[in-house]
């Protein structure tokens, strides 16, 4: 299970390597500990998904969700699906909000510090009582799960 969803990412972090990046290029992969949550995302006050449910326990059950942005516009892919909307200008700084099942969370991102934004919502310890927390991380070049 472990090497498909590592395969998938490595794939997808490949692909927009290989892309030179410019100030509005940018990936947002909806990680781990995501169970049937119920998923709404906006970027600079723009709303980009509402209500997504999104299931990333398993890389192989529908539900896996990313978005990617480039100068033709913001690809969405979800239950193997995608999607392109119009994009949106950005200086360097993502103001993310995120919602899920009803929590607000908030994030400022500077692009500087990488293009791809993995969020998770995982145990804030690997104990399985520990309340769930969305988390943001950067990174600037692909990466490999293992």
Known sequence: MKTILTILLTSFTLILSSQPLKRS??????????NKDTVSLSINNHSIFTN?????????????LSLSQDLQGIHINYNGNERTYK??????????????????????????????ILLN???EKDDLPSPRKLTAGQLQEPFLLI
């Open 25 to 34: 290029d940018y990936s947002i992969i909806l990680g781990g500990c995501f």
């Open 52 to 64: 997504y449910t999104v299931n990333n326990k398993d890389s192989l059950t529908k539900g896996n």
């Open 87 to 116: 994009p949106i200008a950005i200086d360097y700084l993502l103001n993310i909000k995120v919602t899920v099942n009803r929590k607000i969370s908030h994030f400022s991102l500077d692009m500087r510090k990488g293009n791809i």
């Open 121 to 123: 919502f995982c145990h």
